[in-house]
């Protein structure tokens, strides 16, 4: 089982809609879960988060145990976040198709329009973020980016005020992704006025959210969820 390694003892008390279709591939629908707080939350800090799977070889990724929990545990946290399916180096519009359909539907979901955090994991960092940001026009808050590299282009944003901050963290024992492959963006980027910070897991594997339990994988989580409530 690849489960999340932290958890909230209130995560199952969140209220899930499952299964809603965003788009259709090929004939085929597209879902997504959303995840929504139980508890009265603060306007500061009430957003939509938006996970990005990477590749996996099967299918409905957003079932799997990790991605559920981590849905559960940012709604236990006070935001409303969604899981989706998409297709990774094939769907070349399933993130951006995800993002206006939330944007367009928000009311009726009961969702952020003006405030969606975008929060990437490995394969779903590159070629994820960038679908959203292609997209943006001012409503991403922040932008997560676990164990994978950033594309550059998302630096080509060009209202400081409008940019949104960016949280990289990486596992030194990573056998995927270097850690110091978002290096280069990360100077162009603070070079330019981008707010970036960057966390290296010192023992950390590729998914050391899922394998690696533990003290430091705890503390980059809870100051994930910290950085998502900053804004």
């Not at 995840?35 to 009430?46: C, D």
């Given at each position: 089982m690849i489960d999340l390694v932290y958890k909230h003892f209130d995560m199952n008390s969140v209220k899930i809609k499952k299964d809603i279709i965003y788009s259709y591939a090929e004939k085929k629908p597209l879902e997504m879960d959303i995840?929504?707080?139980?508890?009265?939350?603060?306007?500061?800090?009430?957003k939509t988060v938006v996970l990005v799977h990477g590749s996996a070889p099967i299918q409905n990724i957003k079932n799997i145990e990790i991605f559920q929990s981590w849905g559960k545990l940012l709604a236990t946290s006070g935001f409303t976040s969604i899981v989706f399916d998409w297709r990774p180096n094939i769907g070349s519009s399933d993130v951006s198709d995800l993002i206006k359909y939330i944007r367009v539907n928000a009311n009726e979901l009961e969702l952020s329009a003006d405030k969606i955090a975008i929060f990437g994991f490995s394969a779903g960092v590159e070629e994820g973020i960038s679908q959203a940001v292609d997209v943006n026009t001012g409503f991403i808050t922040e932008i997560v980016a676990y164990y994978g590299k950033i594309d550059n282009s998302i630096l080509t944003e060009t209202e400081i005020e409008k940019r949104p901050k960016?949280?990289?963290?990486?596992?030194?024992?990573?056998?995927?992704?270097?850690?110091?492959?978002?290096?280069e963006l990360i100077l162009q980027g603070k070079s330019n006025g981008w707010n970036i910070e960057k966390?290296?897991?010192s023992y950390g594997e590729h998914g050391f959210d899922a394998f690696?339990?533990?003290e430091e994988s705890n503390e980059i989580i809870l100051r994930t969820i910290k950085f998502l409530s900053e804004n």
């Open positions: 995840f929504y707080p139980t508890k009265n939350i603060s306007k500061e800090i009430k960016i949280l990289i963290a990486m596992g030194m024992l990573d056998d995927t992704f270097d850690i110091n492959c978002n290096d966390l290296v897991h690696n339990e533990g």
